[in-house]
């Protein structure tokens, strides 16, 4: 008997032409452009020649998904809904029954796994694909990978987080063969997260998922947009926060992290006199205080909460156009990144805890719905000209950074991403996680900052930050010092005086950002 399709589990699989114009859409929506600058990490201050960094900032694997504004309402379910725990609470009963009827069994690759293939393990791969509800189980299967078999290994690849190649190979065969108490304990992990997440979602949210690497725009109970996203490194991990947009800021300044200041920065100073030049960077003593002459400083003395480190807007500033902002106790934010082909990769941990948003100014034009007259061409139009602009945004969007590891859409699609920073089983559902290695059980994360961090041999350090807070600067010696009064070591413009537009406002000259 040939295999049939199980309308159960997920949707069709997208075709390529779809594909291509969701793209098309999005690309006249907000123009990509693809920069070589650094990494805002780690890589970021190792400054190389562009094609050496073009060469280092290739993702070592594909990225199994696409940015791309949603046409197809079958495909506009989101993640989180109010109605989450229920659907959860229905998967959970039906891999409950799974495992009571002694689970599924364990699949051996095969050159058979792919489109026009035949042979007895096509039939094992099928009976496998049924028990979980990728095809209907008619108590018989023939030896034919035909397209209806295709389609819904296709299915199962998306709803695991892999490339939706419809051939099985070592990623899929890993996937398939997670025994299915496993899956359940996911499952029960991700109920009480959904059930706390879904609390009072407004009609207009983001949600953020640390294990996917993506977030969705969602109007009305359907996704906008879904997004590329980088999050935070497993030694640098991204927080689980509930907040309201509150603002934005165009060309924003890049106050370094006391953390990357210490672990990049200085050393790459130290090696190049002229490092902070050539990526636009100021000292200052003090949020707030002079600027000065960082040839004065004896740097191989200098802790990295001594100065602050400003980078300047332009090409090479780690937050490039625009910067999200909410109230977080945990300092973070969403923005930009020169490095965009790094969304490509398939692993997207790069970052030091904030989150950089693929084709951020669709994600842009959609929080602001045209306040003020804002569009996407406005949008392009301020991000071109590198001049700092903050605004107000009135009437926000909820913003949720969410950690699933599991979740069900209202088809009854059930996802699995992996547990990237090792959380399933702690009983964590929000706060910020430590590094992986650091704590055990509800050690394992924080609902407050810490007053204190880790080294490297996770001994007691300095603070820990995310990609641009700023530390409590600590009046540490290192040596004499030299105030500039007037810049005498940046040939570089200092940015123009910030523009505050918002409620009540008209366009006019602000204050300085400090941020």
């Not at 993640?79 to 051996?108: D, K, N």
């Not at 991204?238 to 990357?260: E, Q, R, T």
């Not at 960082?294 to 990295?304: I, L």
């Not at 924080?446 to 930050?465: F, I, R």
């Amino acid at each position: 008997m040939r295999s049939r399709e199980s309308g159960s589990i997920g949707s069709e699989a997208r075709s390529s032409t779809s594909l291509i114009s969701r793209r098309a859409a999005l690309l006249l929506a907000g123009a990509m452009v693809v920069t070589l600058a650094a990494d805002p990490a780690e890589a970021f201050f190792k400054r190389k020649e562009k094609a050496t960094q073009l060469k280092a900032n290739t993702p070592k694997t594909k990225a199994a998904t696409v940015t791309e504004v949603l046409e197809d309402e079958r495909e506009a379910a989101p993640m989180l809904t109010v109605e989450s725990p229920y659907f959860m609470s229905r998967a959970i009963v039906r891999y409950e029954r799974i495992a009571a009827a002694g689970g599924w069994p364990e699949i051996e690759p095969s050159k058979e796994f792919a489109k026009g293939g035949e042979g007895p393990a096509v039939i094992a791969l099928k009976q496998r694909l049924a028990i979980e509800g990728y095809l209907l189980d008619e108590g018989q299967f023939d030896e034919a990978y035909d397209g209806i078999t295709e389609r819904a290994v296709v299915r199962f690849q998306r709803n695991h987080g892999l490339q939706p190649t419809g051939k099985v190979g070592k990623s899929t065969i890993k996937e398939l063969n997670v025994p299915v108490l496993v899956r359940l304990a996911t499952l029960r992990a991700n109920l009480t997260r959904l059930e706390e997440y879904s609390r009072d979602l407004a009609q207009r949210y983001l949600t953020v998922n640390i294990p996917a690497a993506q977030l969705e725009a969602v109007s009305d109970g359907a996704v906008y947009s879904r997004h590329n996203i980088i999050a935070g490194k497993p030694d640098r991990p991204s927080p689980v926060v509930s907040a309201k947009i509150s603002d934005l800021n165009f060309n924003p300044y890049w106050n370094a992290p006391a953390s990357i200041v210490a672990k990049d920065i200085i050393p790459a100073l130290i090696k190049d006199p002229e490092h902070l030049q050539k990526l636009n960077i100021r000292v200052f003593d003090g949020v707030g205080g002079p600027e000065i002459d960082p040839a004065t400083v004896d740097w191989s003395r200098t802790p990295g909460d001594r100065y602050h480190f400003r980078q300047e807007p332009g090409e090479e500033n780690a937050m490039a156009s625009v910067k999200i902002n909410f109230p977080s106790p945990f300092g973070v934010y969403m923005h930009d990144t020169p490095t965009k082909q790094l969304f490509d990769a398939g692993d997207r941990y790069f970052s030091s805890g904030c989150v950089r948003v693929d084709q951020i100014h669709v994600l842009v034009n959609w929080i602001l719905r045209g306040q003020d007259g804002w569009d996407i061409e406005r949008i392009r139009e301020v991000a071109d000209l590198a001049e700092r602009l903050d605004v107000k945004v009135l009437d926000g969007p909820q913003v949720r950074w969410v950690y699933l590891t599991g979740w069900v859409t209202e088809d009854g699609s059930v996802n699995f991403r992996p547990d990237i920073y090792e959380l399933d089983g702690s009983g964590f559902v929000v706060g910020q996680p430590l590094p992986i290695g650091q704590g055990n059980g509800s050690e394992r994360w924080v609902t407050k900052p810490l007053p204190y961090g880790y080294d490297d041999q996770n001994n007691a350090a300095l603070p820990v930050e995310i990609d641009g807070d700023i530390e409590q600067q600590h009046a540490k010696s290192s040596g004499p010092i030299k105030i500039i009064r007037k810049t005498n070591f940046n040939t570089r413009p200092a940015a123009p005086t910030t523009k505050v537009v918002g409620e009540n406002d008209t366009p006019g000259l602000g204050k300085q950002d400090a941020n």
